[in-house]
């Protein structure tokens, strides 16, 4: 069933042919450069941008899948969650669409295609049940996941998601936007790996929730020089010291420190829900699913579960993309589920438990 996917609800304006697994096309064109002097995306400019890029997007999409308008037989657009003004225009585009082709037409919740994205393209169907760990600049969450892409909040972040730690700290060190990217390359040349210990919260024995907003405080409390006010923290009188170089170093550990912090609550609950819903097989998704350490922690603590195996998505498919609306888009259709023309654009829809 030739699947068209429109991606909108941050600053990726994407879209895509698919049919089933099969990806003919995803073009994604990002606003991010023009987001980087603000460090973070601002609402407005991704809403411009996706009203001036998104039909450019569809004819590419369209060309490079060797496909017409005409042959298209399923809309799937993102309607949430996600910035309002940006999801409406890939919403506002698929109506029209799905309208004049009089194809049905299906909202796809965001959060949900990054959780299913370790499947694109594979030709075997995801086998059930696993954990899946979504990791993205909007979200944190596990979810327990049985046959037939239903899905049960096992525990979310409290405060910010992974991705946007990243992104804050990113700021707090004059790094840019987005982080995600940046301090990975930054840790990877840390050559005092054992010099900053930041805390971790772990919110309890046998809990699934996470906290990221207490490392990014303590991050900045270590920068300013001030003692963090977090348990364990570590005590910096002077702050990043030296120039040039040294100060690059003294950053590098910093980048170091948070990212391992911040991995390994990300990899220790994953499998402690594993361990504790008896789960062998953890689908990770989402943009900090790119970061090739967080892939080595789990391959590593995979080794050492007895059986436990993960799976990531081809690291293109980690960002947002509309490939994974619209793979997602056509399953959820095959199984019943339907969108109207009344669709609209829901910025804090949450993953129904099924
Ligand atoms: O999934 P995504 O494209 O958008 C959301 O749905 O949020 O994720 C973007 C997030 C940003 O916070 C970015 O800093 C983070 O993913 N990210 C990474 C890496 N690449 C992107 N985080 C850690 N390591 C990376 N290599
Ligand atoms: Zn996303």
Redesign the pocket.
Known sequence: MLTLGIET??D?TGVSVTSGRLIYSNIVSSSVHLHKKYGGVVPEIASRFHVEYILGALTKALKSARKEIKDIRLIAATNGPGLVGALLTGISLAKSLSYSLSVPLIGVN?VLA?LYSAFLSEEKAPKYPFVGLVV????TALFYCSDGYKQKLLGQTQDDAA??A??KVAKILKLGY????V??KSAQLSKNRNKIKFPKAYLGKDSLDFSFSGIKTAVLYYVRGMPALAPGAPLSPFGIRGTGRARRQEINDICYSFQETVLDSLVDKAFLAAELYKVRRIVVG???A??SRLREKFENAAKFSGGIKAYFPKKEY???NAAMIGVLGEELYKRGYRSDLYLSAEPNLEVANA
Do not use: F, L, Q
């Not at 987005?178 to 990217?181: A, D, E, H, N, S």
């Open positions: 609800s941050c990726e965001h990054h993205s600049g909007g979200h991705g946007e990243y992104d987005p982080g995600g990217p301090i990975e989402g943009g900090v790119a970061n980690c960002m947002d």
